[in-house]
Structure formats: structure tokens, C-alpha cells
């Protein structure tokens, strides 16, 4: 599968370990995933996630960047910017979410497969799916199915 790999996915893959269950065992399934599943499938990210990986402490930021560092980068093409729009207008994401909406404007114009995310708050949300999905098709484009590592390797044979 072609799969974009949004920013929260280097952050999990390389944080220092956690002391909350939840976000322990999301950091978990990122480092297995990204350990023995991504090697089946075609990578991608984007600039916009680089910057996004680069803030913070400068070590942690390292680590994010290395972490990419093969992973080719999609080009945000004018269609992806004004699908970033359109979605940022329709309501379905708050305006301060443009760098969400342009992730998801990103995978639907290059149409992956995947778009991999910890963002259940913007991105792998059920709860706003269904009405991405119905926009970016009146747009002329395909929603990727969003989820999370999680979600992908458990749906994955062995």
C-alpha cells in the first residue's frame, strides 16, 4: 500500500518512553509497526510534516528527521492547497488545523491508500470521516482510509 506518514507517527516512533499506559502502548505499536511492517509498502511524507518534526528539542527533532530521512516527499501541489482550503471552510476542521488539513489534502491528491496517524482528535477521527470522505470526493478526489498503527497492523496477514 502507498501510505502517508503524518507527523505524530516519527514523534511516537522515537519519544522517550512514556509513563501513561495509553501513550506507552501507542509508542509500542509505532516502533513495531514501523519495525516489521513498513518495509511492505511505499512510504511518503511531506514537507510540511519535516517542519512540523523539526520544532521542539533539538536532539528529539534529530531523532524525528533521521527517522524520515528515505521517505520520499510529496510536493504540495496547488490542488492540495485549495482542497486544504476547501476542507479548513467546510467547518470539519478548526481553522488552526490547517497543517492537519493539508495532510489530508496531500494523501487524497496523490491518492494513497493510507494516511497514518496518532491525530484522533483532526485526522483519525470516525466521527469526521464520513463527511471528509463525501467533501473530498465533490472535489474530485478520494479520502485515503485514515488510521493508526494500530489499526493497520492488526489488519494486516502476517
Known sequence: MRIYIESTIPSYLVARP???LIQAARQQLTKDWWEFKRAAHELFTSQVVLDEIA????????????SLQTVPLLPVTEEAKDLARKILDSGL???T?????VHIALASAYNLDILLSWNCRHIANAAIQARLRRLVGANG???PVICTPEELMNNEND
Do not use: K, S, W, Y
Not at 521542539?56 to 533521521?66: F, H, Q, T, V
Open 18 to 20: 512514556a509513563r501513561d
Open 93 to 95: 476542521l478548526p481553522t
Open 141 to 143: 478526489f478520494e479520502l
Open 55 to 66: 520544532v521542539g528539542e533539538p536532539a528529539m527533532a534529530r531523532l524525528r528527521l533521521e
Open 97 to 101: 488545523a490547517d497543517r492537519d488539513a
